[in-house]
């Protein structure tokens, strides 16, 4: 897989599983689970530096930005700029289950395994285009207003794939697009080019954003 690499810098990062699931800390449980993107930020992420390094073991936190009680994840960065989390205490990776919101581990590192860092400005963009209510999206391409963008299913075999309607988009090729997005204000209306998912298709999108984040 290939993606936008993003400028290095230090950073909030949630992590995103293959089908657009965000993973989020269960209090009750003191687990992760996987939740869809909802139009406010959740529990469950880290502060670290962007790319993370190597053998990288970061500290998680809840929305308030208190430390809660997770195992040591070191993470594994992984080609195209995903990352696995393996479980230091088990010697398992955290896995999926994309029936359900719970989380697993595997032995292996496979498709399931992988999660995409989402950097602040990504998670935002992506909240603004997921959430009906958060943006008017606008496609130049057939002068037609789109309802947002959602994930492929598993039933598709196509992880990391998402659409604006029937326009696919290769999620990882367009990171730093996302990253634009998440930096509009509440009233701003700008263009946006989006790299289709086949080879040579290109998508522009006029958005909208029409309010903030809820926590």
Request: aromatic share 14%.
């Amino acid at each position: 897989m290939s993606g936008d690499v993003l400028p290095y810098s230090f950073d909030k990062v949630w992590f995103m599983d293959c089908f657009g699931h965000v993973l989020c800390y269960t209090p009750y449980r003191k687990v992760l689970a996987r939740v869809p993107l909802q139009g406010s930020f959740l529990s469950g992420f880290v502060s670290g530096p962007c790319p993370f390094p190597n053998n990288f073991i970061p500290q998680w936190r809840n929305i308030f930005n208190s430390l809660v009680e997770l195992p040591p994840f070191r993470i594994c960065p992984q080609d195209g700029g995903l990352v696995a989390l393996h479980n230091e205490k088990t010697g398992h990776y955290l896995s999926i289950n994309p029936s359900n919101n719970k989380t697993a581990f595997s032995p292996v590192i496979a498709d399931w395994e992988l999660f995409c860092p989402l950097q602040y400005d990504v998670y935002v963009g992506l909240l603004v285009v997921t959430d009906p209510g958060m943006a008017e999206i606008f496609c130049e391409n057939d002068e037609r207003e789109v309802s947002g963008l959602y994930f492929l299913g598993p039933g598709d075999n196509k992880p990391f794939v998402a659409s604006f309607d029937r326009k696919r988009i290769g999620f990882l090729e367009n990171l730093s697009t996302f990253a634009r997005i998440g930096r509009l204000k509440k009233g701003e209306t700008a263009k946006f080019l989006f790299r289709g998912f086949i080879s040579g298709k290109e998508y522009t999108m006029r958005i909208t954003r029409l309010k903030e984040i809820a926590f």
